[in-house]
C-alpha cells in the first residue's frame, strides 16, 4: 500500500516513548502521526481528520476525557473512532471512557498484536458505517429525486385534465394557468391573517395551487350546444351548466377512490370543483351555501375565477381593463365575496395583473 493511500492513526500521547512504541506497531499499514499534547492534537485534528485517534488519558493542561468530549460534540469530528490507550485500569475509567463515545479502551503495557487486531478491526467498522451512511444518502436522494419526478407527473396531469375540459370552449386559452397562480398569490396573502394562518400552510396552499386547474374539470359532461353557445343560454340550459359543479365533484371522488388515502389536492380539488361558484351572501350554486360553509378553497377560487372571466373577452362581452375588474371585485365584497378575501385581493391586485400578462392569450390582451 502507498503512503498516500494509507488509512491515518493519530497516537495522542505526552510521553515520547509511547508514542514510538505505537508507531513502531503500526507504522507499517498505517500512516501513523502524533501529538504530544490535547491541544496539539485538536489543532492535527482541525487541519486533517485522521482515520482513527489513540488517545492517552493522563495528560496535562487538558487530559484525554476533555479532547474526547470536545470531539464528540462536534458535527466535523464526532464520528471519528476513539481508543483510549492509558494506564488507568480501574474499571470506573473504563466505563468512564466509553461513556463519553470512544470506541474501545486499551491498558499499557502495550500488547502489539492486541493493539493490530484492534485498531484494523475499528477502521474495518468505521469503513462500513461510513459506507452505509453514503447508501442511505444515495437512497434519500433518490427518493427525493423520485418523488419530485412523481410531484411534477401529478402537476402536469392536473393541468393536462384541466387543459381537456377546457379545450372545450375556445375561449378560454390560458385561463387555468392563469387561475392557478392567482390562487397561489391570493392563498399567500391571506395566510398573512391569524384567521387563517394556521390552516394556509405552505403545503396547504401547494396543493391549492396544484388542484385550481380542475376547477372547471366537470365541464366535459356538458353538451357543446350548451358549452359553447354564443348567446344567452335559456333557464333550462343555465340548470344544466350548473350540473358541472356536480359532475365535476363526482369525477374527481370516484378518483379518489381509486386510492388508498385521500390526498389534500384532490380534497381541494373537489371542494374547488364544487363549490367555487358559491356566493358569500348565500346566492351561488349548487348548494345555496353562504359565508364560512362555502371552503376557503373554493371562495379563494372564487376570486381568481371572476378576476379572469372580467379581463378575459367572451363572445358576450369584451375584455374588461384590469381597473374595472378590481372595481367588480370590490362590489362583490360581502355579497359574491369573503371581504378580507377581497382586502387581500386590493393588497396583491398588481400581482394578479402581472399573471395575466405573463400568461395572456394574445400579447397585448390585457388592459
Same mark, same amino acid.
Given at each position: 500500500?502507498?503512503?498516500?493511500?494509507?488509512?491515518t492513526?493519530? /497516537?495522542?500521547?505526552?510521553?515520547?516513548?509511547?508514542? +514510538?512504541?505505537?508507531k513502531?506497531?503500526?507504522a507499517?499499514? $498505517?500512516?501513523?502521526?502524533?501529538?504530544?499534547?490535547?491541544k496539539?492534537?485538536?489543532?492535527?485534528?482541525?487541519?486533517?481528520?485522521p482515520?482513527?485517534?489513540?488517545l492517552?488519558?493522563?495528560?496535562?493542561?487538558?487530559?484525554?476525557?476533555?479532547?474526547? %468530549?470536545?470531539?464528540?460534540?462536534?458535527? =466535523?469530528?464526532?464520528? *471519528?473512532?476513539?481508543?483510549?490507550?492509558?494506564?488507568?485500569?480501574?474499571?470506573? +475509567?473504563?466505563?468512564?471512557?466509553?461513556?463519553?463515545?470512544?470506541?474501545?479502551?486499551?491498558?499499557?503495557?502495550?500488547?502489539?498484536?492486541?493493539?493490530?487486531?484492534?485498531?484494523?478491526?475499528?477502521? &474495518?467498522?468505521?469503513?462500513?458505517?461510513?459506507?452505509?451512511?453514503?447508501?442511505?444518502?444515495?437512497?434519500?436522494?433518490?427518493?427525493?429525486?423520485?418523488?419530485?419526478?412523481?410531484?411534477?407527473?401529478?402537476d402536469?396531469?392536473?393541468?393536462?385534465?384541466? /387543459?381537456?375540459?377546457?379545450?372545450?370552449?375556445? =375561449?378560454?386559452?390560458?385561463?387555468i394557468?392563469?387561475?392557478?397562480?392567482?390562487?397561489?398569490?391570493?392563498?399567500?396573502?391571506?395566510?398573512?391573517?391569524? %384567521?387563517?394562518?394556521?390552516?394556509?400552510?405552505?403545503?396547504?396552499?401547494?396543493?391549492?395551487?396544484?388542484?385550481?386547474?380542475?376547477?372547471? *374539470?366537470?365541464?366535459?359532461?356538458?353538451?357543446?350546444?350548451?358549452?359553447?353557445?354564443?348567446?344567452?343560454?335559456?333557464? =333550462?340550459?343555465?340548470?344544466?351548466?350548473?350540473?358541472?359543479?356536480? $359532475?365535476?365533484?363526482?369525477a374527481?371522488?370516484?378518483?379518489?377512490?381509486?386510492?388508498?388515502s /385521500? +390526498?389534500?389536492?384532490? &380534497?381541494?380539488?373537489?371542494?374547488?370543483? $364544487?363549490?367555487?361558484?358559491?356566493?358569500w351572501?348565500?346566492?351561488?350554486?349548487?348548494?345555496?351555501?353562504?359565508?364560512?360553509?362555502?371552503?376557503?378553497?373554493?371562495?379563494?377560487? /372564487?376570486?381568481?375565477?371572476?378576476?379572469?372571466?372580467? &379581463?378575459?373577452?367572451?363572445?358576450?362581452?369584451?375584455?374588461?381593463?384590469? #381597473?374595472?375588474a378590481?372595481?367588480?371585485?370590490? #362590489?362583490?365584497?360581502?355579497?359574491?365575496?369573503?371581504?378580507?378575501?377581497?382586502?387581500?385581493?386590493?393588497?396583491?391586485?398588481?400581482?394578479?395583473?402581472?399573471?395575466?400578462? +405573463?400568461?395572456?392569450?394574445?400579447?397585448?390582451?390585457?388592459?
Amino acid at each position: 500500500m502507498s503512503e498516500g493511500s494509507k488509512q491515518t492513526v493519530l /497516537a495522542v500521547d505526552d510521553t515520547v516513548a509511547n508514542i +514510538d512504541v505505537v508507531k513502531g506497531v503500526l507504522a507499517q499499514d $498505517y500512516l501513523v502521526q502524533a501529538a504530544l499534547s490535547g491541544k496539539m492534537a485538536l489543532k492535527i485534528i482541525e487541519k486533517h481528520k485522521p482515520d482513527l485517534i489513540l488517545l492517552d488519558i493522563m495528560m496535562p493542561e487538558m487530559d484525554g476525557y476533555e479532547v474526547c %468530549k470536545i470531539l464528540k460534540s462536534q458535527a =466535523e469530528t464526532k464520528d *471519528i473512532p476513539i481508543v483510549f490507550l492509558t494506564a488507568k485500569s480501574q474499571e470506573d +475509567d473504563e466505563t468512564k471512557g466509553l461513556a463519553l463515545g470512544a470506541v474501545d479502551y486499551i491498558t499499557k503495557p502495550i500488547s502489539p498484536p492486541i493493539l493490530k487486531e484492534r485498531v484494523k478491526n475499528h477502521l &474495518i467498522l468505521q469503513a462500513s458505517r461510513n459506507l452505509l451512511t453514503r447508501q442511505n444518502e444515495i437512497l434519500e436522494e433518490r427518493v427525493l429525486e423520485r418523488t419530485s419526478q412523481l410531484s411534477e407527473l401529478q402537476d402536469v396531469a392536473m393541468v393536462a385534465m384541466g /387543459a381537456l375540459a377546457e379545450s372545450r370552449d375556445p =375561449e378560454t386559452g390560458n385561463h387555468i394557468r392563469r387561475t392557478q397562480r392567482y390562487v397561489k398569490v391570493l392563498a399567500t396573502e391571506v395566510a398573512k391573517y391569524d %384567521k387563517y394562518k394556521a390552516f394556509l400552510t405552505p403545503d396547504v396552499i401547494t396543493s391549492l395551487y396544484k388542484s385550481a386547474p380542475l376547477h372547471d *374539470i366537470g365541464k366535459v359532461g356538458i353538451e357543446d350546444s350548451i358549452l359553447l353557445k354564443p348567446g344567452k343560454l335559456t333557464d =333550462e340550459e343555465f340548470e344544466e351548466m350548473k350540473r358541472h359543479t356536480t $359532475y365535476g365533484r363526482d369525477a374527481l371522488a370516484a378518483a379518489e377512490q381509486s386510492i388508498e388515502s /385521500a +390526498d389534500n389536492f384532490l &380534497i381541494f380539488a373537489k371542494e374547488i370543483a $364544487y363549490s367555487h361558484q358559491e356566493k358569500w351572501d348565500g346566492s351561488g350554486y349548487p348548494e345555496g351555501l353562504s359565508g364560512q360553509d362555502i371552503p376557503l378553497s373554493a371562495r379563494i377560487m /372564487a376570486v381568481a375565477d371572476v378576476y379572469d372571466a372580467l &379581463i378575459s373577452k367572451r363572445v358576450y362581452k369584451p375584455a374588461f381593463s384590469h #381597473e374595472k375588474a378590481v372595481s367588480i371585485i370590490m #362590489e362583490g365584497k360581502g355579497s359574491h365575496f369573503e371581504p378580507l378575501l377581497v382586502d387581500c385581493f386590493l393588497v396583491i391586485a398588481d400581482d394578479f395583473k402581472q399573471v395575466a400578462k +405573463d400568461f395572456a392569450d394574445k400579447e397585448g390582451e390585457i388592459q
